[in-house]
């Protein structure tokens, strides 16, 4: 299934979900100059190493010049490839500027980078020892959707059901559209935990994990942030 539109127009100027999104494009960019060795050091940095983030928590240095912490923020601006920066630029696109419309623009940001981060700790938790760089703006966007399922459990998302080589255009309600996606994300989590992690950029793995619980989180955060304000 993909959602290529919904039927809620926003009736703020979504800035910062639209600053977001050319945030994450202009970040790829770069990372698309770099040459493959520069490339593999710059993710090694920026992008969350669940092995590193656990030796930080018990004290170590890390081993790049930034805290280990800061890569829970800086790897949502990091993407594995074509396909999973446009994937990703475009849920944020359909769903996030109705969530920063109840939430207001400086509300909305806390709540997305906070949701990212906890989606990235999710992730961490289940992989701890993992070498392998964690990395996409997945699990932030994964939060502005359990925002919007709340929210908007009744909007009509315009899908597109591939049926062969056709595509097919179908309106689902919100609440089956994101409520099929999150436990899709939960039971491959599952189902992940009897198989060998493979996550980031180079394996081209899916943090399930952090899809998942970034739509928890989303879902915890948004009302006590305004979601549900009419202002």
Request: proline share 7%; aromatic share 16%.
């Amino acid at each position: 299934m993909v959602p290529i539109s919904d039927n809620n127009p926003t009736r703020r100027t979504a800035y910062i979900n639209y600053g977001l999104i050319i945030a994450n494009i202009l970040v790829f960019i770069y990372q698309l100059s770099l040459p493959s060795g520069e490339l593999e050091q710059f993710l090694q940095t920026w992008a969350v190493v669940p092995a590193q983030l656990t030796a930080s928590f018990s004290g170590q240095l890390p081993p790049q010049p930034i805290p280990e912490w800061v890569t829970l923020f800086s790897s949502q601006f990091l993407h594995g490839g074509f396909l999973h920066i446009a994937g990703n630029m475009l849920f944020l696109y359909i769903f996030g500027n109705n969530v920063e419309d109840r939430l207001g623009h400086f509300r909305y940001l806390i709540f997305y980078l906070a949701c990212g981060a906890l989606a990235a700790l999710t992730q961490w938790f289940f992989s701890a020892y993992s070498t392998i760089p964690s990395l996409g703006a997945s699990g932030a966007i994964a939060g502005v959707m359990g925002a919007y399922i709340l929210r908007y459990p009744k909007a009509q998302i315009l899908t597109l059901i591939p049926l062969g080589i056709i595509l097919f255009p179908l309106r689902i309600p919100a609440v089956f559209f994101l409520g099929i996606w999150f436990l899709q994300q939960a039971l491959y989590g599952v189902l992940s935990l009897n198989a060998p992690m493979n996550i980031g950029m180079q394996g081209g793995g899916i943090a399930y994990w952090a899809h998942a619980g970034g739509f928890v989180f989303g879902a915890i955060l948004g009302p006590p942030m305004g979601l549900f304000s009419e202002d």
